[in-house]
Structure formats: C-alpha cells, structure tokens
C-alpha cells in the first residue's frame, strides 16, 4: 500500500484494487510547493473532508480536466461545487455514520471538528498586506467568503489491505463523538491554530494511534499560509511521527 502528500490537506491512498483522493488543492503564486493541477489527474473518487477554500477551491478545474470523477463530501460542499458548476452527477452526498466501499477501500464518514482559525488582527493584516503574495489575497478574500464549513468536517475512518488509518480534516475533536482508537496510520494535519501543539497532543492522546504522519502544514496559500512549526510535535512523539515529503511515496 502506498501513501503521497500532494500537500496541504491533498493525500493519495493507493492499493492493487485502486487510488482515492482527499481534498486536492493546487498551491497558489508564491507558494514554493510544487503540486500541479495535473497530478490529481486519473482519479475516479474525491473525497472532501470540509468546504473550505483549500479543501475545495481547485475542484471545478480538476472536473475539467476529469470529467468522470466522483467527488463524495458533505452537504455545504456539495452545495458551493453545484454554485461552481459541477454537474451533481458527479457529487455524491455524504452523510455522517455512513460507510462507503471504493477500490478496495472501506471508508466509514464520522463528525469531526475545524480547528478554532485565529482572527484577524489589525497586526495580521498588515503582514498580509506587506506580503509579496498580497496579490492573492483579494482571490482568497472572495473564496473564502463562497467556501464554508458550516461545522461539517468529517473524520474518515479508513481500512485497506489489512491497515486502519484515520484521517482528519482538522486538527481537532468533537466531544461527543466516540472516535476509533488504535489505528495503524494517523494523518494529521497540523495547522489551524495560534499554537497547533497543544490541540494536536490532546488528538494524539484520545486517538492512541500507532503511528502518525503529518500534513497540511506546509505554505501553499500565502499570505494566509507561512512557516509552521514542527519541532515540539516531533520531539514528544519521536520515533512514531513522521512529516509527509511532497509527492513523495511511501510505501506501508
């Protein structure tokens, strides 16, 4: 089995059976990541986790390219992609407590939580317009006012050829949901927060996974996106979390 960061939230599983796809999103000018709209090219399957604009946004141009694919997310996804176009023949509506079998791949849909985002500052504006991606920033102004959440994040709970893997579409929990423990693979994205550390350790902690990789922390939408921090999460779980290299395969 195989796993690729396309980086941000975009993760590629791949068995014998076939490939499925979470959250594509090609990086914006002045991102240093080199993803391109022709690597999410080939799927049959898109899975989104939440309707923001960096879960989303790049999936009009992809069903372009692809106009066989299916997209499976949430109502509020589902609703921005049919304002953005796509036929609903290819969105396929999901909902929380369902199971879903694709490719080899048995995908269970659990009600996550979005990380609590930081808001804006008078400070934080001004760095963004003292930016050299600035010019970015009236695009991601209106999509971010198109593509919402509305409390919808999923948690995929995900088996194949014998591995449990649960993969997060934020970094954060709901209370009241009963998570699976003990999975073989976390994907954790670690960005969200003023301070990721402290949320991603309480995850960690309830979820008691076997190993942990990690995304969604790199500079792929500036000026909104910078450096994050990796240090304090590498050094308290040494040994079983390991960064996500883009585009790079890793075989499990």
């Known amino acids: 089995m195989e796993i690729i960061w396309h980086g941000t939230a975009s993760i590629e599983l791949r068995t ?16 240093k990541v080199d993803v391109k709209l022709e690597d999410f090219d ?12 960096d879960h989303i946004v790049s999936l009009p141009s992809i069903y372009e390219r692809n ?14 992609l049919k304002r953005k176009k796509i036929p609903k023949e290819n969105l396929e509506k999901i909902q929380f407590g369902e199971e879903i079998c694709v490719h080899g791949f048995k995908l269970r849909v659990l009600h996550g939580k979005h990380a609590v985002l930081p808001k804006p500052t008078p400070k934080l504006l001004k760095s963004f317009l003292a930016s050299p991606a600035r010019e970015n920033l009236h695009y991601l102004l209106h999509e971010n006012t198109l593509c919402k959440e509305r409390g919808e994040t999923v948690f995929y709970e995900i088996e194949a050829e ?3 893997f649960s993969l997060l579409g934020s970094l954060n929990l709901r209370d009241d949901i009963e998570y699976p423990t003990d999975c073989d693979y976390l994907i954790l994205p670690y960005n969200g927060w003023v301070n990721n550390f402290p949320p991603a350790v309480r995850v960690v902690e309830r979820l008691c996974p076997k190993n ?4 969604h922390f790199d500079d792929t939408f500036p000026p909104f ?7 304090p999460i590498l050094e308290k779980y ?3 979390i390991q960064p996500l290299e883009h585009n790079k395969t890793i075989m499990i």
């Open 162 to 164: 014998g591995k449990r």
């Open 238 to 240: 040494a040994g079983k």
């Open 225 to 231: 996106t910078g450096e994050v921090d990796l240090a």
């Open 42 to 53: 080939g799927f049959n399957d898109i899975f989104i986790t939440h309707g923001h604009l």
């Open 212 to 215: 942990i990789f990690l995304d």
């Open 16 to 31: 014998k059976e076939g490939k499925i796809l979470f959250d594509p999103f090609v990086p914006l000018h002045g991102s």
């Open 67 to 80: 106009p066989g694919i299916r997209i499976w997310c949430t109502e509020a996804p589902y609703k921005t």
